[in-house]
């Protein structure tokens, strides 16, 4: 067994360095032979997943997986530096503050049960990846990329220090909630069209929006650190679950919000749930987009489909 481990040592506020430290001890302790690969900033572990990966091609080579160590973010980027023509297993470790891929996989959330259960007595399963293109942006995600109030608030937990704060007392996820009802009064909805084909290749169906306060598009069921926009989503489905809220006031879409912790949300009005191979999505207004959590900046146009079984992931 060999072992590429990418480490964000930042993630959870700096949390993820005295992780490491734990992994690595753990390691050492089994005799399992590894190399640290540490991201220094934004876009490291895209060129580090790229790098291991082409090595990984030689037919030489002994490494087993790559193993990202970080929040969802640190995940994404290590996705998006694979080529998936021939991709190296990937394994994780979730360090983050929200870490909805971890959740919505069930993943252990004691490191030593993690470790134990990855590297000596884990399976491969081949996972969906979804895809986002725009004019400029094409990424591929793990959990969600959505527009509108999500991406919002993703951009307010990146900017804020209360983040810092709720993860020194191990209450990461409240950060979210904290900032999702600070934003709730701050959004401002569009209308738009929606065009989604449920198999991939098939017709286009199109349906106007009014007052559109978010979309998601998602392969894991949770986002924003536990909001269960898409109950039905799954992994290894071959379909993107897409969750659409419109609210002309903020006091119509607070239930909606805090009924999605509860996967109670789908019955309210203003939200419409699709599944899908495919999804096009133009509005008369920009707003802010994300994948995984990542901020891409102000659009009025999100393109999205699903990349099926394309990922072999040690569960």
């Known amino acids: 067994m060999y072992y590429h481990f990418i480490v964000n040592p930042n993630s959870r506020s700096g949390k993820g360095a005295s992780l490491w430290e734990q992994v690595k001890a753990w390691l050492s302790e089994k005799n399992i032979p590894f190399d640290a690969h540490l991201t220094d900033g934004p876009g490291d572990a895209i060129k580090l997943s790229s790098t291991i990966e082409k090595d990984y091609s030689d037919a030489s080579s002994d490494t087993d997986a790559v193993i990202a160590v970080g929040g969802d973010g640190t995940l994404n980027e290590v996705i998006n530096g694979l080529s998936l023509e021939n991709p190296i297993p990937l ?3 979730p360090a983050g503050s929200g870490n909805d891929f971890a959740r919505s996989m069930n993943l252990p959330d004691d490191m030593t049960r993690e470790m134990d259960h990855l590297l000596l007595g884990a399976s491969l399963q081949k996972l969906d990846l979804g895809l986002l293109d725009t004019d400029d942006v094409s990424r591929r995600f793990a959990v969600s990329s959505g527009i509108g109030y999500d991406a919002a ?4 937990v990146g900017k804020s220090k209360a983040k810092t704060f709720f993860n020194r007392i191990h209450l990461g996820k409240l950060v979210y909630l904290w900032l999702g009802v600070q934003e709730i009064f701050r959004i401002k909805p569009t209308n738009g069209t929606l065009r989604i084909r449920e198999e991939e290749g098939g017709k286009w169906t199109e349906y106007p929006i009014r007052n ?11 986002e924003g650190g536990g909001y269960a926009f898409a109950p039905k989503a799954s992994p290894s489905d ?7 809220v419109t609210a002309d006031k903020p006091l119509k879409f607070l239930p909606i919000l805090l009924s999605s912790m509860r996967k109670a949300h789908l019955e309210k009005p203003g939200v419409y749930y699709y599944q899908c191979a495919e999804a096009e999505l133009t509005l008369d207004r920009s707003l802010p987009s994300h994948t995984d959590g990542e901020v891409l900046g102000l659009r009025k146009t999100m393109h999205w489909r699903c990349l099926p079984s394309c990922l072999p992931f040690v569960h």
């Open 153 to 156: 608030v993703c951009q307010a």
């Open 238 to 244: 071959g379909k993107l679950d897409l969750c659409v």
């Open 91 to 93: 394994g994780y470790l």
């Open 212 to 222: 559109l306060a978010f979309l998601s598009a998602h392969n894991q069921p949770y």
